[in-house]
T-cell receptor, first 114, second 115 residues
Framework: ELKVEQNPLFLSMQEGKNYTIYCNYS?????LYWYRQDPGKSLESLFV?????AVKQEGRLMASLDTKARLSTLHITAAVHDLSATYFC??????????????FGKGTHLIIQP | GAVVSQHPSRVICKSGTSVKIECRSL??????MFWYRQFPKQSLMLMAT?????????EQGVEKDKFLINHASLTLSTLTVTSAHPEDSSFYIC???????????FGQGTRLTVV
């Protein structure tokens, strides 16, 4: 059974601080997705990591993928309140290549306090 | 960018009735569409995968006779919740994948409340 484990599940941090969310998965997938979800809303795509060693950055968020360790990280730099949300990582459920549905982690509920 | 539109965004129905949710890809042809369900404070769970012109593939534990999926065109998939019950109340989210896409794009979601 495919497992996707995120930690922490809940994170409260102060503005200006740095932190990392971890995502471990149990398949040999070389593709990993990060999403943001605001309360009552659908998912916003943040990053699609397509290969081992991939690193992508957008603003204060940076994501990386290590397929050998089956680990992805989402790093937050100098957090601001607007980044408060729930963050999900996900992997392709079956054969991969983007043609499958996704298996999601449980999500990390991030609260950034002034 | 790729836009996926879901309708309605919110629906309240009485127990025992059926509700149809539409998922449309507005600016691309979606060969595959996915339907997810998200209960409050939980993650998303894949319900089924539909390919245009063929029967949907349901995940284990999802009742295909209760959740009817139709993907009759390359831009529209529908999910019908039949004989809805309060335990079907959830956030239903679709995503659509085109031939040229590297990822599926998500709709806005539909909040279903069964009373």
């Amino acid at each position: 059974e495919l497992k996707v484990e995120q930690n922490p599940l809940f994170l409260s941090m102060q503005e200006g601080k740095n932190y990392t969310i971890y995502c471990n998965y149990s398949t040999t997938s070389d593709r990993l997705y990060w999403y943001r979800q605001d309360p009552g809303k659908s998912l916003e795509s943040l990053f699609v990591l397509l290969s081992n060693g991939a690193v992508k950055q957008e603003g204060r968020l940076m994501a990386s993928l290590d397929t050998k360790a089956r680990l992805s990280t989402l790093h937050i730099t100098a957090a601001v309140h607007d980044l408060s949300a729930t963050y999900f990582c996900a992997v392709d459920m079956y054969s991969g290549g983007g043609a499958d549905g996704l298996t999601f982690g449980k999500g990390t509920h991030l609260i950034i306090q002034p | 960018g790729a836009v996926v539109s879901q309708h309605p965004s919110r629906v309240i129905c009485k127990s025992g009735t059926s509700v149809k949710i539409e998922c449309r890809s507005l600016d691309f042809q979606a060969t595959t569409m996915f339907w997810y369900r998200q209960f409050p404070k939980q993650s998303l769970m894949l319900m089924a995968t539909s390919n245009e012109g063929s029967k949907a593939t349901y995940e284990q534990g999802v009742e295909k006779d209760k959740f009817l999926i139709n993907h009759a065109s390359l831009t529209l998939s529908t999910l019908t919740v039949t004989s809805a019950h309060p335990e079907d109340s959830s956030f239903y989210i679709c995503s659509a994948l085109g031939v040229m896409n590297t990822e599926a794009f998500f709709g806005q979601g539909t909040r279903l409340t069964v009373v």
